[in-house]
């Protein structure tokens, strides 16, 4: 089974959407085939993405998106332009959508709407019925060197001062 990232980032529009697809890829990595489509990608992430073992795959149009995506994948969506037209051409497909947001903006056709930021509730969204979701911090999309970190025993000195 594959799971699909449509996602952009570069300098130009940020890199914060690339960098929490790669997380959430990093925790899917052994259990599916991890694909990235992009249109708008730095060159230094997309090496990262090669060397991460993912497949990269660039595009001019979403036009070529939608021909690369099969019914049997799972297309994960972390984008601020392709919004309620594009998410319903995805579910057309037969896809299964998960959005990454953290805008509550429009409505969703997604069937998992992610978003960590805190005291955001279900009832901040338009979407289908079917939509589950995964909010607050619990579900933040940390890389792998943040949740190293987690496993360290806690620093037991007291501090006095700062």
């Known amino acids: 089974m594959r799971v699909v990232f449509r996602v952009d980032g570069s300098n130009r529009i940020g890199l914060g959407h690339l960098t929490r697809c790669i997380a959430l890829a990093e925790m899917l990595k052994h259990d599916y085939e991890i694909i990235f489509i992009c249109r708008e990608i730095s060159e230094s992430f997309s090496f990262e993405i090669n060397d991460l073992g993912f497949q990269i795959i660039k595009v001019d149009v ?45 409505f969703f056709w997604a069937d998992l709407i992610i978003n960590h930021a805190p005291e955001v509730k279900a009832s901040d969204y338009e979407a289908k019925i079917h939509t589950q979701f995964a909010l607050g911090l619990e579900y933040a999309l940390l890389r792998p060197v943040f949740l190293t970190g987690e496993k360290r025993p806690p620093n037991k000195k007291i501090i006095q001062s700062v």
């Open 62 to 106: 979403e036009a070529e998106f939608f021909e690369i995506i099969t019914p049997l994948d799972v297309v994960v969506l972390d984008h601020y332009e392709l919004l309620e037209d594009f998410q319903y051409k995805v579910k057309q497909r037969g896809c299964k959508l998960v959005c990454i947001d953290d805008m509550q903006d429009g």
